[in-house]
């Protein structure tokens, strides 16, 4: 009896051991597949813009768009911002494509200091954009700048974006829209800068083709 009850003893710990090696090994193969995929959401942070100054003394607004990790206890591994798209407003109000060969990765915050592709357990912040005073045009803030890019707005414009969020382990489902419109005007007090420049979220974007 004490041999049979050793012998099933040692069968149900070897069965064990067999299906703890093939756990070890499906999870070694296809571990990726079973981890916390982290969960990336984007919304404005503070319409109003950031006021400060360049090394130069000249007095600038900064635009800014936030990125919240809803799943925190999954890390999301080198992330990027990318614009995807660029539509500008036509005489007719409609929105036309501009041309765009690669996506263009959006600077993190403070970007001398900021890692390039940081890794993001609940939230971080990337500009979006700048309007120095007495500049004539409202610019995205990219790493890169094509020599076709057309994404500057001056006065009396309006763009949109499309902005996704990518890392290692995590890739946008649909884009962030968001439509950017100056009117020309520039102030150091924010509340009525608000005014002037408008950012708002919209949602799935009607584009024309350019024909250019």
């Not at 069965?15 to 703890?20: E, H, K, P, W």
């Not at 940081?118 to 990219?142: T, V």
């Not at 950017?180 to 408008?198: F, R, T």
């Amino acid at each position: 009896m004490e041999d049979s009850t050793n012998s099933m003893f040692y069968l149900i710990t070897q069965t064990f051991i067999a299906f703890g090696t093939v756990a070890v090994a499906i999870l070694a193969i296809w571990g990726e597949k079973f981890r916390p995929r982290p969960k990336l959401e984007f919304k404005i942070h503070d319409a109003r813009g950031d006021l400060t100054k360049r090394q130069n003394g000249q007095q600038t607004i900064y635009y800014h768009v936030g990125i919240e990790n809803k799943r925190r206890w999954a890390l999301a591994r080198r992330v990027r911002i990318l614009c995807t798209s660029i539509s500008k407003r036509a005489p007719d109000g409609s929105f036309v494509k501009e041309p765009l060969v690669i996506p263009l990765q959006l600077n993190w915050i403070n970007p001398s200091f900021h890692e390039l592709l940081p890794n993001i357990y609940s939230n971080d912040i990337s500009d979006l954009g700048s309007l120095d005073e007495n500049s004539n045009h409202f610019k995205l803030s990219l790493y890169f700048y094509p020599n076709n890019f057309r994404g500057f707005i001056s006065a009396n414009e309006a763009i949109r974006v499309s902005l996704i969020a990518t890392a290692d382990n995590f890739t946008s489902k649909s884009p962030y829209n968001l439509e950017i419109a100056w009117d020309g005007k520039w102030s150091p007090n924010l509340e009525e800068m608000q005014k002037h420049l408008v950012i708002k979220e919209v949602g799935k974007l009607a584009m024309v083709d350019n024909p250019t």
